[in-house]
């Protein structure tokens, strides 16, 4: 069974910071990804990391204020969020799937609780 255990999420001002953090509980090898979720509003992307790093995806909202990352002897991968911003208000979600590469679009199959980021203005 695959956990994925976010955490760092908090209240910040706009033009803040934040790092989220993902831990799997999981031996084999992960995509990983970002998605988010406003009040009132869908499901969406934002960033996503292949196994090895090499490969990485942004949502343009978030390109060049957000890095993701990974540490795969800690299992965990990161979101580091700077310039916040209100609209970044959201439930973040980490996703992973059992596949070496990440492709546009690509599904995920295992999901986190969920950790919220609001961001004050």
């Known amino acids: 069974q695959v956990q994925l255990v976010e955490s760092g999420g908090g209240l910040v001002q706009a033009g803040g910071s934040l790092r989220l953090s993902c831990a799997a509980r999981?031996?084999?090898?992960?995509?990983m990804g970002w998605f988010r979720q406003a009040p009132g509003k869908e499901r969406e992307f934002v960033a996503a990391i292949s196994w090895s790093g090499s490969m990485q995806d942004y949502t343009d909202s978030v390109k060049g204020r957000f890095t993701i990352s990974r540490d795969n002897a800690k299992n965990t991968v990161y979101l580091q969020m700077n310039s916040l911003r209100p609209e970044d208000t959201a439930v973040y979600y980490c996703?992973?799937?059992?596949?070496?590469?990440?492709?546009?679009?690509?599904?995920?199959?295992?999901w986190g609780q969920g950790t919220q980021v609001t961001v004050s203005s």
């Open positions: 996703a992973g799937k059992e596949t070496l590469y990440y492709t546009t679009n690509m599904d995920f199959d295992y």
């Open positions: 999981a031996s084999s090898s992960f995509a």
